[in-house]
């Protein structure tokens, strides 16, 4: 399952940094949406108040664009 190269350490980070903005905000969503999850409480912290639904979009958006960063920074490594 895993390639022969190993991945660079700020390639590791950026996907782990992705994994929480993007679970932490979609759960902030739903938690928004539906009150009933709240997987990543600590996320929100990280929302200031009476904008949480878009502080969690951005985190979603955030999160993806770190991941295509990170994944990015290892394709540059192998090429």
Known sequence: MTSGTPKSPLAALA???CF???V???SGLLHEWFGWIHFMGFVRFLVPGGYE???Y???????L??????DAVTRR???
Do not use: E, H, N, P
């Open 15 to 17: 996907s782990l940094v």
């Open 20 to 22: 929480v903005l993007v």
């Open 24 to 26: 932490g905000g979609a």
């Open 53 to 55: 639904i878009y502080s």
């Open 57 to 63: 979009v951005i985190m979603v958006v955030l999160g």
């Open 65 to 70: 664009a770190v991941g295509a960063a990170g």
């Open 77 to 79: 490594g192998r090429g």
